[in-house]
């Protein structure tokens, strides 16, 4: 064999190999026996593509194909040894019925990565109409014993971006202990009475950023809780929901304060409120600042502007003894378009501590 040659072809191999890598590896769902088919169970196949992924020393990216994809409750359980992705182009059909929930509390849930990239323009349905239609939550206070449709637990230096979540029996997207994570061009949609669909909330997390989201459900489209700090919101479009909320705050003890906030550039439509803070009367102290909403149109918005200290939906608080959540430094700026009913701002702020 000419050794000139055979040089060649090994330096030729060497370099697809080299190559390959840069890009990481591909590991489709299929390969692990995924059946698309909207009924069989789907959720062994995405464990085990996640697991090969997690556990390379590559950056590799999961893809969930176009298809319809029946998978119960789903754990993406980090940390990983490099970066990992999930095209998720298909669509992923949560079980309807609730005992097949029973195992955790999310869905889908994504917990201690780092460098996650959730992308494929695909659909996670959450199925959640029957779920909305038994939700009591406002007789037996149990309002949290349903699932969110996706959570972000611990997530670090991730991108989320153009996916889409629909009819998620509770919150669709949650950010818990997350840092430096963007969500972009998502997609939200549950319908306007559907209950505690919240689209986007975020607590305990610093520096998170979303931008160019379309969120229509029965809740605030992005509800910013306890310990939300460097969060910015753009670009939103919001309604039918609750619109866009800092809160609420107050109703447990050791909660963190919310600092630095930044609303801007999103329209609000016909939704029941605009921008508003919220806490929870009677309340340990807590501390809520530096919150700027600014070029906001709102269309057809019942109470466009509000501070509620005096937030109580079901009654179930001593609503006579004032908030200790202190408010400071909120600016409200270009905010204009038209209100559905006669008041366009309202600032009831706590007696005990005023904003
Ligand atoms: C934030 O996350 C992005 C990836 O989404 C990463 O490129 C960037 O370096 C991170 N920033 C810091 C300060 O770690
Ligand atoms: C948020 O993300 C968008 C899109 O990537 C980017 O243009 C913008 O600068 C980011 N904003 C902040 C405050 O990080
Ligand atoms: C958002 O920004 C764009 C470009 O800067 C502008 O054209 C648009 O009118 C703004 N929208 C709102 C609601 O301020
Ligand atoms: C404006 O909002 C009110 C109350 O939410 C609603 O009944 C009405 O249909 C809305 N109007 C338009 C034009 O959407």
């Known amino acids: 064999m000419d050794s000139k040659f055979s040089i060649r072809a090994v330096c030729f ?162 950010i818990l202990n997350c840092k430096n994570v963007t969500i972009q061009h998502v997609t939200i949609n549950a319908p306007g009475e559907s209950l505690n669909t919240d689209g986007i909330h975020i607590g305990r997390s610093t520096r998170i950023n979303i931008t160019h989201a379309d969120i229509k459900t029965g809740d605030d489209c992005v509800s910013l809780g306890d310990g939300s700090q460097q969060i910015n919101v753009e670009k939103v479009n919001c309604g039918p929901g609750h619109g866009i909320s800092v809160g609420s705050l107050g109703k447990y003890h050791n909660e963190q304060p919310v600092i630095g906030v930044i609303v801007r550039n999103c329209t609000l439509t016909n939704t029941m409120n605009g921008v508003r803070v919220k806490t929870w009367p009677a309340s340990p102290s807590g501390l809520a600042s530096d919150l700027h909403f600014e070029d906001i149109i709102i269309n057809n918005v019942s109470t466009p502007i509000l501070i509620d200290q005096q937030y109580c939906p079901y009654g179930q608080c001593q609503s006579k003894v004032p908030s200790r959540v202190k408010i400071s430094n909120v600016c409200f700026k270009n905010i204009r378009g038209t209100s559905a009913t006669h008041l366009a701002v309202k600032l009831a702020c706590s007696r005990g501590i005023p904003c």
């Open 13 to 174: 191999i060497f370099w697809v190999a080299l190559v390959r890598k840069a890009q990481g590896e591909d590991i489709n769902i299929n390969r692990y026996g995924a059946k698309a088919d909207g009924k069989s169970d789907d959720s062994q196949a995405i464990t085990s593509a996640w697991k090969e992924a997690c556990t390379s020393i590559d950056p590799s990216t999961v893809v969930i194909p176009k298809g319809k994809y029946m998978v119960g409750p789903v754990m993406f359980q980090g940390p990983c040894k490099a970066s990992v992705s999930i095209q998720v182009q298909g669509n992923l059909l949560a079980p309807i019925d609730l005992n097949k929930h029973k195992s955790q509390d999310g869905w889908i849930v994504f917990q201690n990565i780092d460098r996650l990239m959730v992308s494929g323009g695909g659909t996670f349905d959450g199925q959640g109409s029957l779920a909305w239609s038994q939700n009591n939550c406002a007789k037996t206070r149990k309002c949290n014993s349903l699932p969110i449709n996706l959570r972000f637990i611990g997530v670090t230096n991730s991108n989320i971006q153009g996916i889409k979540s629909w009819n998620s029996k509770l919150f669709h997207m949650s």
